[in-house]
């Protein structure tokens, strides 16, 4: 089982970056693949990308794609969501999720650990 803690969140203007961390607890957070999703007011939960265990390999929805990156520093239990270019409709809460496996995905249900989430607000 993990804990899961996202910072980071804040206001960006459009065209500006901001990164998100998730700093994973508990036993062996290494080998949880780890998901990032957001949902703004209205909308449904939506992923944005996701960063597997062990090779590290990602895998980026195509609203974020060439945006947005995701990456893990197991040394120091944290992943991070470089958001770059950041545009009017990326506002949202983000939040990011953990499970045990080696891959990961997109897919929400497909998670067993959540975090609490961080705002994210995109204004000039």
């Known amino acids: 089982q993990v804990q899961l803690v996202e910072s980071g969140g804040g206001l960006v203007q459009p065209g500006g970056s901001l990164r998100l961390s998730c700093s994973v607890s508990?036993?062996?957070?290494?080998?949880?693949?780890i998901g990032w999703f957001r949902q703004a007011p209205g909308q449904e939960r939506e992923g944005v990308g996701c960063?597997?265990?062990?090779?590290?390999?990602?895998l980026m929805t195509d609203s974020v794609k060439g945006r947005f990156t995701i990456s893990r520093d197991d040394a120091k239990n944290t992943v991070y969501l470089q958001m770059n270019n950041v545009k009017p409709e990326d506002p949202a809460i983000y939040s990011c999720?953990?499970?045990?496996?080696?891959?990961?995905?997109?897919?929400?249900?497909?998670?067993?650990?959540w975090g609490q989430g961080t705002q994210v607000t995109v204004s000039s």
């Open positions: 999720a953990a499970v045990y496996e080696y891959g990961c995905s997109v897919v929400d249900y497909k998670y067993h650990y």
């Open positions: 960063i597997s265990s062990g090779d590290s390999s990602t």
């Open positions: 508990g036993r062996t957070p290494g080998d949880y693949a």
